[in-house]
């Protein structure tokens, strides 16, 4: 089957925070939205399908996962990323950043550290704070135009900070690295070797181009196995994010048995019946549907890159791996941070994720979310290319 990725799907009234709150917030229905990490196309219809038949059942009560989920789940991985997970592995909370909140509250006390490499994900430090957690920064590298993992600036930091985990992101949200096994094992053999258990967000493991393929932490450092949780999700791969349903893969059997019982303390284990029908769906028949999206925004993320280095060639532009984020630089046009802001959203009349709010060395960049239609993607180049220009 072939998926129409170009036919518009109008979001607006749907309680979209992508659509309906940039227009309450901004004032303006014409602000172009690509900033908050879902996609504007229709789910598969195998996705869609089988939430339909599941509601023609008018009891939505308490729900679980029955062994089709499990078998669905395992499948993808093993063959999307040559990974054999255990059945027992699998744990479940309702998001991805709960089961962060729950994992660090399950391997670090109060008051410990918790690394994270900046520029990232923003939610980061304000989930180790509210933990009771000291944010501990190693910050990535900017080398030719990649982003690298400072290992020895890695282990410094934790022989000052003694910190109790370590927050790893890959693939790389916002900066679209995909580490290479060789660097996963690196840092696996650095954090094993001081004793800081990694918590491995791999939310957009599948979104991942060509000649960077996904390996998972505990994949590239099986020696980690005993003190590793990793945390995937449906959500980004078959834009499922308003179903709440996550898969937390912890192979070691007593560290899980202890994330569970955090989980159930703090009520972050609860199944949302939707997330789980949408999710068994998309696991046993999204794949053609997913193929076809990856290639649409591939195809986007070369579109966007040969636009900005042709027609701004002040605008330095970081080829992403993975994620469907572009992540690029507009400090050339020498605005702080909030004057940017306000020149986007006022005089391009695009929203796009501002670099600051991901920390340390984002400051002149932005995120800008490559899964839309290419005419609207278009469309936010162009006022981008304008208002430059005549700047």
């Given at each position: 089957?072939?998926?129409?990725?170009?036919?518009?799907?109008?979001?607006?009234?749907?309680?979209?925070?992508?659509?309906?709150?940039?227009?309450?917030?901004?004032?303006?229905?014409?602000?172009?939205?690509?900033?908050?990490?879902?996609?504007?196309f229709a789910v598969a219809d195998e996705i869609r399908d089988a939430i339909l038949a599941r509601a023609t059942h008018p009891v939505y009560g308490y729900t679980t996962r029955g062994e089709s989920y499990y078998t669905s789940l395992i499948g993808w991985y093993e063959r999307r990323q040559d990974w054999k997970i255990g059945r027992d592995w699998i744990a479940h909370s309702n998001g991805v950043l709960n089961a962060i909140s729950t994992a660090i509250h399950t391997l670090t006390q109060e008051g410990?550290?918790?690394?994270?490499?900046?520029?990232?994900?923003?939610?980061?430090?304000?989930?180790?704070?509210?933990?009771?957690?000291?944010?501990?920064?190693?910050?990535?590298?900017?080398?030719?135009?990649?982003?690298?993992?400072?290992?020895?600036?890695?282990?410094?930091?934790?022989?000052?900070?003694?910190?109790?985990?370590?927050?790893?992101?890959?693939?790389?949200?916002?900066?679209?690295?995909?580490?290479?096994?060789?660097?996963?094992?690196?840092?696996?053999?650095?954090?094993?070797?001081?004793?800081?258990?990694?918590?491995?967000?791999?939310?957009?493991?599948?979104?991942?181009?060509?000649?960077?393929?996904?390996?998972?932490?505990?994949?590239?450092?099986?020696?980690?196995?005993?003190?590793?949780?990793?945390?995937?999700?449906?959500?980004?791969?078959?834009?499922?994010?308003?179903?709440?349903?996550?898969?937390?893969?912890?192979?070691?059997?007593?560290?899980?048995?202890?994330?569970?019982?955090?989980?159930?303390?703090?009520?972050?284990?609860?199944?949302?019946?939707?997330?789980?029908?949408?999710?068994?769906?998309?696991?046993?028949?999204?794949?053609?549907?997913?193929?076809?999206?990856?290639?649409?925004?591939?195809?986007?993320?070369?579109?966007?890159?040969?636009?900005?280095?042709?027609?701004?060639?002040?605008?330095?532009?970081?080829?992403?791996?993975?994620?469907?984020?572009?992540?690029?630089?507009?400090?050339?046009?020498?605005?702080?941070?909030?004057?940017?802001?306000?020149?986007?959203?006022?005089?391009?009349?695009?929203?796009?994720?501002?670099?600051?709010?991901?920390?340390?060395?984002?400051?002149?960049?932005?995120?800008?979310?490559?899964?839309?239609?290419?005419?609207?993607?278009?469309?936010?180049?162009?006022?981008?290319?304008?208002?430059?220009?005549?700047?």
């Open positions: 089957m072939k998926y129409d990725f170009d036919r518009e799907v109008d979001r607006t009234g749907t309680s979209s925070v992508k659509w309906d709150f940039i227009r309450e917030k901004t004032g303006d229905a014409g602000v172009v939205p690509l900033w908050v990490a879902d996609m504007d410990d550290g918790v690394i994270i490499q900046p520029p990232v994900y923003h939610p980061f430090p304000r989930v180790i704070r509210q933990a009771g957690r000291r944010v501990v920064e190693n910050p990535l590298v900017l080398e030719n135009g990649v982003y690298r993992i400072d290992f020895d600036g890695l282990e410094r930091t934790i022989q000052t900070e003694k910190p109790g985990a370590m927050l790893l992101c890959n693939p790389h949200n916002p900066v679209g690295r995909v580490f290479s096994r060789d660097e996963l094992a690196r840092l696996g053999k650095i954090c094993l070797e001081y004793g800081v258990p990694v918590i491995s967000d791999e939310i957009h493991g599948d979104i991942v181009y060509s000649d960077h393929p996904q390996t998972p932490f505990v994949v590239a450092s099986p020696g980690s196995h005993g003190s590793a949780i990793i945390c995937t999700a449906p959500s980004k791969t078959f834009n499922l994010a308003g179903l709440s349903t996550s898969n937390i893969i912890i192979p070691d059997a007593v560290l899980r048995t202890k994330f569970e019982a955090v989980n159930r303390r703090t009520g972050a284990d609860t199944y949302n019946l939707f997330g789980a029908v949408a999710s068994e769906a998309a696991y046993t028949h999204g794949e053609e549907w997913f193929d076809q999206v990856l290639a649409y925004i591939s195809e986007n993320k070369r579109f966007a890159t040969v636009f900005l280095e042709t027609n701004l060639p002040s605008v330095r532009v970081i080829e992403p791996e993975g994620t469907y984020f572009l992540w690029f630089d507009l400090s050339s046009l020498g605005l702080d941070d909030a004057a940017l802001e306000n020149f986007l959203i006022s005089k391009a009349r695009i929203w796009v994720n501002q670099g600051f709010s991901f920390g340390q060395g984002g400051s002149g960049f932005v995120r800008l979310n490559l899964a839309c239609r290419k005419a609207l993607l278009a469309e936010a180049l162009g006022r981008l290319h304008g208002v430059v220009s005549g700047k």
